[in-house]
């Protein structure tokens, strides 16, 4: 499944536009944005990730013998137009952001610039992997800081939508601050943590609690987590880890990596009286790990209640975001222009819904964080080229209720710009991190959030702002829409 060709994870259209775009030649160049309009689980940010896959996909792009074959059966497509493809190759440039970097809504998390059919075809596959990956960076971020520095080990594969949804799930839990996974084929592929205990059925293989606890604890001392409520936490589990536990101390074992885990019931009543019961047994340093359909809300509330929880296996609600199932990403046409034009000529999609009008241009952005403290203030879309003295006062507004404005004075903000190239033409021409670095990454953009915007509930938004230049573009383009509708 690692080595499938992905030409043709595509939508049809986007091969009988292509076949459009052919029989009727255009030499255009075009600038595409994906981006997002909502963040996902209600929360004030997201987390861009699956750019290393992009990259990938758009390196390995090319129709197979056998493509041409399938897409000759299904009678729609022309002899030439398959003899075309036959050759095919990706041209153009792509710009992004990197992989876990925080984001926003509207702004462009990629930016694909090539002729028309190559921007065209690669739409599908780009949105697919990066709303994917997206989604469950950004959930899985949720569920780390509601821990509160207590260890998150992603173990939903068995719950995933597939086995590509549970291995780069995975990958995107972990950049997003997951400590591990149970994945055992992404701790292969991507060098992550791989972690696990055992299961109910251990503890009923053998003829007592005792006797399996004691089995595992022979067979695994360094990472000795016993799962305590086969049959009863607190009469029979906890009483039967301890006494193993003495034996290991007796046997003058290291005693690191070790603990329980519940898997059931009142999570917050039971760790509670489990610890009290291994701390006067002398393992008040034992792990306590707990499991049970959690998610950011359910440990945040465990937390609250004094819970003496201190690991989490989270599953199902992350490796599926239960709560927002799709990250909504879009792919948008934004110029045109062609080869002897200097300049994109901007492109608008107009909608009733406000929400929806498109940012028109070749866009660039800009992150402006206050100097003294590094968190962000807000993202500034502009166009390519704008460029601005952080010496010099900033006046930047928001682009539908105008007369919000925030004066930065000079010397009090920094800027960075967050679109880097990654294909140039048709060539990587950048080296993803590995998952493990990208990890850092993540948690250092998380820190330049404020602590308003990381809440679970009610989060406060981060302004998204475009550029004078920018915002001109887009009203008279609105303007000049509505003049030609009043016209009809």
Not at 36 to 41: A, D, G, H, I, L
Not at 196 to 211: L, Q, R, V
Not at 214 to 236: F, G
Not at 317 to 334: E, Q, R, W
């Amino acid at each position: 499944m690692r080595a499938m060709n992905l030409t043709l994870l595509t939508d049809l259209y986007e091969l009988t536009m292509m076949q459009g775009y052919f029989k009727n030649p255009t030499d255009q160049i075009v600038v595409f944005d994906a981006f997002y309009r909502k963040n996902p689980c209600d929360g004030g940010y997201a987390i861009a990730a699956g750019l290393e896959q992009i990259i990938e996909y758009i390196r390995d792009l090319h129709f197979t013998p056998d493509d041409i074959c399938y897409l000759r059966s299904l009678g729609i497509f022309e002899p030439d137009f398959l003899e075309y493809l036959r050759g095919f190759h990706f041209t153009g440039d792509i710009y992004a952001i990197p992989e876990g970097t925080v984001v926003f809504p509207r702004e462009p998390l990629v930016k694909v610039i090539a002729p028309v059919m190559e921007a065209q075809l690669v739409e599908t596959a780009i949105l697919n992997i990066l709303n994917h990956q997206s989604l469950i960076a950004t959930k899985a971020a949720r569920v780390v800081y509601a821990a509160k520095g207590d260890g998150i080990m992603e173990f939903g594969l068995r719950r995933a939508q597939g086995p590509d949804a549970g291995i780069y799930g995975a990958r995107a839990a972990v950049i997003a601050g997951c400590v591990g996974t149970s994945n055992v084929l992404t701790g292969q592929m991507f060098g992550v943590p791989v972690k696990g205990t055992h299961a109910h059925s251990w503890i009923m293989s053998f003829p007592d609690e005792y006797t399996a606890f004691k089995t595992y604890a022979q067979m695994y001392p360094d990472a000795c987590i016993l799962l305590v409520d086969t049959y009863d936490v607190l009469d029979s589990g906890v009483p039967n880890a301890i006494r193993v536990f003495k034996e290991m101390k007796e046997a003058g074992l290291p005693m690191k990596g070790y603990g329980i885990r519940i898997d059931s019931g009142d999570l917050a009543y039971l760790s509670k009286k489990a610890y009290k019961m291994l701390d006067e047994a002398g393992f008040g340093d034992a792990i306590i790990s707990a499991s049970s359909d959690l998610d950011e809300y359910l440990i945040d509330s465990l937390k609250a209640q004094g819970a003496k929880i201190n690991s989490w296996g989270v599953g199902t609600n992350l490796i599926t975001s239960k709560d927002c199932p799709a990250f909504g990403g879009v792919y948008k046409l934004a110029a045109v222009k062609t080869p002897d034009e200097a300049e994109f000529t901007p492109k608008i999609k107009l909608s009733e819904n406000s929400e929806k009008v498109t940012n028109p241009g070749n866009k660039i952005i800009y992150r402006i964080y206050d100097k003294e403290t590094g968190k962000i203030r807000a993202d500034l879309i502009c166009l390519d080229g704008e460029k601005f003295d952080e010496n010099q006062d900033m006046i930047i507004f928001d682009p539908i209720e105008t007369w919000k404005k925030t004066k930065l004075k000079a010397g009090t903000y920094t800027l960075r710009e967050l679109l880097i190239k990654v294909i140039d033409k048709g060539e990587p021409c950048y080296t993803s991190p590995s998952v493990m670095e990208i990890q850092k990454i993540c948690r250092q953009e998380q820190e330049t959030l404020w602590d308003e915007t990381r809440r679970l509930v009610n989060p406060h938004e981060v302004y998204v702002d475009l550029s004078e230049k920018l915002y001109k573009i887009k009203s008279d383009l609105l303007e000049e829409m509505s003049m030609k509708h009043l016209q009809r």
